[in-house]
């Protein structure tokens, strides 16, 4: 296990000599990736490519989500279209006045959607199902998998950027499924849920309910379970980690990083060298470019 999963010293390093000899020769549009908002308050990510910009999720309100936009640098006019990973309240509380206010399409499973529609927050809007292809953005394609957690139909997201880097993004899932792990492995930036530590969890003041229902498979994915993926992703080329959807009760940012930190380092697989890691706060993150 250990010989498959370790990673040669400097993948990172050669990873961008490679990226800046590909540039040389032609140019792409670079991809860019920005959180916005994570954590159980509220959630959106901002993902770019040629100019244009989708977002994921619209868990603030507009008027909070134009805000953060404002503070990236990102004109809203370049937002082609957001896309919803299911529809608890911190995924979609500005959805409905964002996307009519933007006139964008809106993106969704077919379960996520009937909620939206049956429960007014489709109003004025242009909803529409995720096929099982791409959906075509121009300078990107996005599909999406299945995750498990216990809403309608939630779903995490893959994005093909036009430079070629792939952006995939899994929270609100209790597992890492095969089909998760199959979609996500090789994208080059993995934005991966790491939303709670066991012993806070399970020592806090949660009913006990709740703290069995946010440890099941239809929960969240722990420090320890988001770590596990790790490695695997990094085999697979993943230079870029971003640790989300942190519980503001239940984790704390050093608590995530250090728990990522540690299983990486277990197989080798070192900071700086083979990958960089962030880990997003309640205000989100500032824009990577890829």
Not at 106 to 135: Q, S
Not at 136 to 156: K, L, Q, Y
Request: net charge neutral; hydrophobic share 40%; glycine share 10%.
């Amino acid at each position: 296990m250990t010989d498959r999963l370790r990673l040669p010293h400097g993948t990172f390093r050669k990873a961008v000599i490679v990226c800046a000899m590909r540039t040389e020769r032609k140019f792409h549009p670079l991809a860019r990736f920005c959180s916005l908002y994570s954590g159980s308050s509220g959630n959106c990510i901002a993902v770019g490519s040629g100019g244009r910009y989708i977002l994921i999720d619209a868990g603030r309100t507009a008027k909070k989500i134009r805000e953060r936009l404002s503070e990236e640098s990102i004109d809203p006019q370049a937002i082609a279209g957001l896309f919803i990973t299911h529809e608890h309240i911190d995924h979609i509380a500005g959805l409905r006045v964002l996307a009519s206010t933007l006139k964008v399409p809106v993106y969704a499973t077919e379960g996520t959607a009937e909620f939206l529609a049956e429960n007014g927050h489709a109003k004025n809007v242009d909803l529409r199902l995720m096929p099982e292809g791409e959906v075509d953005m121009g300078s990107m394609g996005v599909s999406c998998f299945a995750t498990s957690h216990d809403a309608a139909e939630s779903c995490g997201f893959s994005i093909r950027c036009g430079d070629g880097r792939r952006i995939s993004l899994a929270t609100d899932t209790g597992v890492i499924t095969d089909g998760i792990r199959a979609a996500i492995e090789g994208s080059d930036l993995v934005y991966l849920e790491s939303n709670h530590d066991i012993s806070m969890l399970y020592s806090g003041g949660y009913p006990y309910p709740l703290k069995k229902r946010i440890a099941s498979d239809k929960g969240h994915l722990s420090n320890e379970a988001c770590a596990a993926e790790l490695p695997v992703l990094a085999r697979s080329g993943t230079t870029r980690f971003v640790l989300g959807h942190l519980s503001a009760e239940n984790n704390l940012p050093v608590l995530a990083r250090q728990s990522a930190l540690q299983e990486l380092g277990r197989f080798g697989i070192r900071e700086g060298t083979d990958y960089l890691l962030a880990v997003a706060g309640i205000s989100g993150l500032p824009s990577m470019v890829l």
